[in-house]
T-cell receptor, first 114, second 114 residues
Framework: NAGVTQTPKFRVLKTGQSMTLLCAQD?????MYWYRQDPGMGLRLIHY???????AKGEVPDGYNVSRLKKQNFLLGLESAAPSQTSVYFC?????????????FGPGTRLTVT | GDSVTQMEGPVTLSEEAFLTINCTYT??????LFWYVQYPGEGLQLLLK?????DKGSNKGFEATYRKETTSFHLEKGSVQVSDSAVYFC?????????????FGQGTILTVHP
């Protein structure tokens, strides 16, 4: 049982390049989330999904797109990277959304855009 | 909107000292409250939680009590160890949220010296 995994762990992009971050979970969770972590700002929600084939915007969605074609995978795309997207990206998943349901986090992807 | 405010850091303590990290929140309804811990190079792990007023969450010697009257969820530990060095995040999940979004504080860096 690997939990939540993220690929890649590190990436350096040039401004304007594109890339896709992959999140995978093996816990059969319905809900999946992408957050970004910036110094002094905690984590902020980018996009989320409440089930296979569904996605929705979080609080900082601009410049990102997501897809959830399979229940276990949640992809985060950057079509044209900008230096402001330099951050650490975390994926999380949970079985449900009630108070007893915990969000499990992946190890993170550190992205630098030059 | 919902928000979480943590005490300014970083916090530096000697081993066996008493720890308090303050956390206050603003939310509508009846949120669930959480403390997450992030060890160096890793993702976030749930440390403890409380889902209603006056609940006390506890784990690994850490405790926090959900105080609705003061809108607070302060983290405490009676005797810290070097292995507790990490970043601690207070977070809330608003009551009635349909997708489980977490709102995080900015994080507090804790360093414990031998």
């Amino acid at each position: 049982n690997a939990g939540v995994t993220q690929t890649p762990k590190f990436r350096v992009l040039k401004t304007g390049q594109s890339m896709t971050l992959l999140c995978a979970q093996d816990m059969n969770h319905e809900y999946m989330y992408w957050y970004r972590q910036d110094p002094g700002m905690g984590l902020r929600l980018i996009h989320y999904s409440v089930g296979e084939g569904t996605t929705a915007k979080g609080e900082v969605p601009d410049g990102y797109n997501v897809s959830r074609l399979k229940k276990q995978n949640f992809l985060l795309g950057l079509e044209s990277a900008a230096p402001s997207q330099t951050s650490v990206y975390f994926c999380a998943s949970s079985y449900g959304t009630g108070g007893t349901y915990e969000q499990y986090f992946g190890p993170g992807t550190r992205l630098t855009v030059t | 909107g919902d928000s979480v405010t943590q005490m300014e850091g970083p916090v530096t303590l000697s081993e066996e000292a008493f720890l308090t990290i303050n956390c206050t929140y603003t939310a509508t309804g009846y949120p669930s409250l959480f403390w997450y811990v992030q060890y160096p190079g890793e993702g976030l792990q749930l440390l403890l939680k409380a889902t209603k007023a006056d609940d006390k969450g506890s784990n690994k010697g850490f405790e926090a009590t959900y105080r609705k009257e003061t809108t607070s969820f302060h983290l405490e530990k009676g005797s810290v160890q070097v292995s507790d060095s990490a970043v601690y995040f207070c977070a809330l999940r608003a009551g009635g949220t349909s997708y489980g979004k977490l709102t995080f504080g900015q994080g507090t860096i804790l360093t414990v010296h031998p």
